[in-house]
Structures are given as structure tokens and as C-alpha cells.
């Protein structure tokens, strides 16, 4: 048996203002989709952050451009997805069984959160040009430059 949806009503204000937007030509430049070879970060990707914090990730990179949310929002920086990847792949320490939340941030930053093993909220947060962190845990909160793993990884470990 196939199930359908059933149709849409054009006098929805929803549907309306939807296909309205999408009429603009400046909300098909906001949202659309890139090509690209994602597979050296696929892996990494779904790793330490299970197929729904991969399936974000990759959503926030492929099609959401400058203006999204309030229209005041910046797209996903490069650099910030770059050191993203690599502190999955290097600098993230082990967790417990609960996988990374992973939110795009009004900046254009990509925003890490979980709970250690003990349940403290450990955040961090990767911007184009800095890495801003919170480990409950011991208190610490500060900011590192985007390059110094080693540090981070140290202050967020208990």
C-alpha cells in the first residue's frame, strides 16, 4: 500500500508566503546546494558524531547561505568547518555513548555539545578565526586561536 500526503491548500498563509519566497530571487540565492567531495570528512563525520550530527553538518554546508534564519546570520565559515573536522578527528576527547549536538551559530560557526561520562555539558565552539570553549566540569571557559588543539584538547579532558 502507498500512502500519500493529502494536498495542499493554496489559501494556507504557510504555503503561500513559502512559494512567495521562493519566487524572490534573493531567497534561491540563500538557499541552494554545492557539489562537492565530502568523502575525507564522511568518515570522521559520522564517527564522533553518529549519522544525525553528520546528516547537520553536512546540511549546514550544502545550503544554508548568508541571510538564513533572522537574515542577519553569516553562512559556515570554511575555516570553521575545517577545524571542526579536525578536532573530531584529533583533538576531541573520548565520550561517553552520547554523540555530539552540533548547531550552525548566527556567525558562521559550528557549535559542539555533550556531556561527559559524569554529566557535565562541555561546549565549543569553532568560529572563522578562533575556538571558544565551556567544560562544566572544571569551570574552564575561555578562547584559543583556531591552530592550538593540544591546549584545547587538555583543558577539555578530566
Same mark, same amino acid.
Given at each position: 500500500?502507498?500512502?500519500?500526503?493529502?494536498?495542499?491548500?493554496?489559501?494556507?498563509?504557510?504555503?503561500?508566503?513559502?512559494?512567495?519566497?521562493?519566487?524572490?530571487?534573493?531567497?534561491?540565492?540563500?538557499?541552494?546546494?554545492?557539489?562537492?567531495?565530502?568523502?575525507?570528512?564522511?568518515?570522521?563525520?559520522?564517527?564522533?558524531?553518529?549519522?544525525?550530527?553528520?546528516?547537520?553538518?553536512?546540511?549546514?554546508?550544502? &545550503?544554508?547561505?548568508?541571510?538564513? !534564519?533572522?537574515?542577519?546570520?553569516? #553562512? +559556515? =565559515?570554511?575555516?570553521?568547518?575545517?577545524?571542526? /573536522?579536525?578536532?573530531?578527528?584529533?583533538?576531541?576527547?573520548?565520550?561517553?555513548?552520547?554523540?555530539?549536538?552540533?548547531?550552525?551559530?548566527?556567525?558562521?560557526?559550528?557549535?559542539?555539545?555533550?556531556?561527559?561520562?559524569?554529566?557535565?555539558?562541555?561546549?565549543?565552539?569553532?568560529?572563522?578565526?578562533?575556538?571558544? &570553549?565551556?567544560?562544566?566540569?572544571? !569551570?574552564?571557559?575561555?578562547?584559543? #586561536? +583556531? =591552530?592550538?588543539?593540544?591546549?584545547?584538547?587538555? /583543558?577539555?579532558?578530566?
Amino acid at each position: 500500500m502507498i500512502a500519500s500526503l493529502p494536498p495542499l491548500h493554496a489559501t494556507s498563509y504557510a504555503t503561500c508566503r513559502l512559494v512567495d519566497e521562493l519566487n524572490e530571487p534573493t531567497a534561491l540565492l540563500a538557499v541552494r546546494r554545492q557539489r562537492m567531495n565530502d568523502a575525507p570528512w564522511e568518515d570522521v563525520a559520522i564517527s564522533r558524531l553518529g549519522n544525525h550530527g553528520w546528516g547537520r553538518l553536512l546540511h549546514f554546508r550544502q &545550503y544554508y547561505r548568508r541571510g538564513w !534564519g533572522n537574515h542577519r546570520t553569516q #553562512p +559556515l =565559515s570554511p575555516r570553521a568547518f575545517e577545524a571542526t /573536522i579536525q578536532f573530531l578527528s584529533d583533538g576531541m576527547p573520548p565520550s561517553n555513548d552520547k554523540k555530539p549536538s552540533v548547531f550552525l551559530t548566527d556567525r558562521g560557526g559550528l557549535e559542539l555539545c555533550w556531556e561527559t561520562s559524569s554529566g557535565k555539558a562541555v561546549q565549543v565552539e569553532f568560529t572563522r578565526d578562533r575556538v571558544e &570553549y565551556f567544560n562544566e566540569a572544571t !569551570g574552564a571557559e575561555g578562547e584559543l #586561536p +583556531l =591552530s592550538d588543539f593540544k591546549q584545547l584538547k587538555q /583543558i577539555l579532558s578530566i
